[in-house]
């Protein structure tokens, strides 16, 4: 049965009453009305929340980088990789913290001023370290020159030989001279038999002019320019650089992992002949881009995922960055690799619904939990409302009964006077929630039967002489006295 409160009104306001002097209270707003607009509002918060969190979830993350030394390639190419991610506008950013060298920037990393680091695979890792990808490999270049005038000497072919002869280190990192003393080792010179001199690498070419050693080492990409300026300066007056044969690499690679055995192939460095003319036997090492260890997987997932994505776009300017590689996954890796990078190469990787689908789920689950909870508390609170108007109902009933009885007219006002304030009260209830349109409904079943009664006495009271009516109302009245 569809109410129209607009005719519950209208039958109650006849009977007497001047409708002029009673203003008609507003109509109620629908209790279902309500309930659409509570539940529109809590999608659209519930939607806006979900919003909310996907912007704050993929907004743009900002890494810091430590790389060094100045002018060094690794900074070139972290500065070169800045502007592509920048440009590409992907969900990873880097800001660049120049160091003196690797040391530095894996002691930034250690201390948890930087996201990530480039590293020396050689050096001692940070334990909160953890591989990201492999950005080029170094390899160990020996090589030996004749001396001239004072200085000639018996030339330097082998290892084995260098006791008791200097050994010229480019590069002013103190890891390349642990590296030399790795080689030594493995041969059995004694290194403190073998007098170590340190140039930087601007300086290479004017320190082996001056012949300020016997043999030079020098460490970096197989097409490192530093390296090949160095042993084009080796050759002077015709001579050629002899090239120092690592062969003990493999077995130094199995009692230090982190390096490799390795090749350097005939005719690398240029020259004619060739330098070197045939393939020489050495050692790699890796430097390795790392992240904190406790830096999102979500972020380093997508770091990985943008540095390959770009890798090409650096060949033009750094022809090594095509040897960029991924991590090593391995659980015995020198290395081990952060869960976002394996994620990235075992093709893993997690989108937004799946890492937070869960998230979503339960939050869905504990807002209906808690609408429901609501609702409940919220008729709690509104049974004592409720039960009143169970009472004012019942009254209702009784004023029925009492109006086929009635014998004034004036009576029957009283009671629709008192049926106008029920109504009220009625239609106040269920404009709150107390009351439901059932209930709403059963009372306009008796408010029709009360109107019914009202109706049908005053034409039974209209039929009446005046005597009899006047007799009625005085014989009531003395029994009541």
């Not at 020996?142 to 008791?164: E, F, H, N, R």
């Not at 952060?338 to 998230?359: M, N, Q, R």
């Not at 006047?470 to 009245?477: E, H, I, P, S, V």
Request: hydrophobic share 45%; charged share 20%; with cysteine.
């Amino acid at each position: 049965m569809k109410l129209s409160l607009k005719r519950l009104f209208g039958r109650s306001m006849t009977g007497g009453l001047d409708l002029a002097e009673t203003p008609a209270p507003p109509s109620p707003r629908s209790a279902a009305r309500k309930t659409a607009l509570v539940s529109l509002a809590l999608v659209l918060a519930i939607i806006g929340a979900l919003a909310g969190g996907y912007y704050f979830a993929m907004r743009p993350v900002v890494l810091k980088i430590a790389v060094g030394p100045a002018n060094s390639d690794d900074v070139k190419v972290v500065q070169t990789l800045t502007q592509a991610f920048a440009q590409s506008k992907g969900y990873v950013r880097l800001r660049p913290i120049q160091t003196d060298g690797a040391i530095a920037s894996a002691n930034e990393l250690a201390q948890g001023k930087a996201d990530l680091a480039i590293i020396r695979g050689d050096l001692e890792v940070p334990k909160n370290a953890q591989a990201v990808a492999t950005l080029r490999k170094n390899v160990v270049v020996l090589w030996s020159v004749s001396g001239k005038g004072k200085k000639k000497g018996a030339k330097i072919t082998k290892i084995a030989q260098l006791a008791g002869h200097r050994v010229g280190v480019v590069g002013r990192t103190p890891a390349n001279v642990n590296l030399l003393k790795v080689i030594l080792q493995q041969y059995g010179v004694d290194p403190a038999k073998v007098e170590v001199v340190q140039f930087p690498a601007s300086e290479a070419a004017e320190a082996i002019k001056a012949q300020k050693a016997d043999v030079y080492l020098a460490a970096g990409p197989v097409n490192s320019k530093i390296t090949s300026d160095a042993i084009a300066a080796s050759a002077r007056d015709g001579s050629a650089p002899t090239f120092l044969a690592i062969d003990s690499a493999d077995a130094i690679a199995q009692n230090h992992p982190v390096y490799e055995s390795s090749e350097i192939p005939a005719g690398t460095y240029g020259g004619s002949p060739d330098r070197p003319d045939d393939e020489v036997k050495t050692i790699s090492f890796s430097h390795h881009i790392v992240a904190r260890k406790g830096l999102s997987e979500t972020t380093v997932a997508a770091f990985t995922r943008q540095l390959f994505a770009v890798r090409q776009q650096l060949l033009a300017d750094f022809p090594q960055a095509a040897k960029i590689e991924t991590p090593d996954t391995d659980k015995d890796a020198a290395i081990p690799v952060h869960p976002g990078a394996a994620a990235f190469v075992d093709g893993e990787e997690k989108t937004f619904l799946d890492k937070y689908s869960d998230y979503i789920w339960w939050s869905l689950m504990a807002l209906s939990a808690m609408g429901s909870i609501g609702a409940w508390f919220a008729g709690y609170l509104k049974k004592d409302e409720r039960n009143s108007n169970n009472h004012q109902r019942e009254r209702l009933l009784d004023m029925l009964a009492a109006a086929r009885k009635s014998e004034t007219a004036d009576e029957l006002d009283q009671m629709q006077a008192e049926a106008d304030d029920i109504l009220r009260d009625t239609l106040r209830c269920y404009d709150d929630g107390a009351i439901e349109e059932g209930a709403l409904t059963a009372f306009n079943i008796v408010l029709d039967q009360f109107h019914a009664a009202i109706a049908d006495r005053k034409v039974v009271l209209s039929s009446l002489p005046p005597n009899l009516q006047r007799a009625g109302a005085q014989f009531r009245a003395a029994g009541n006295a």
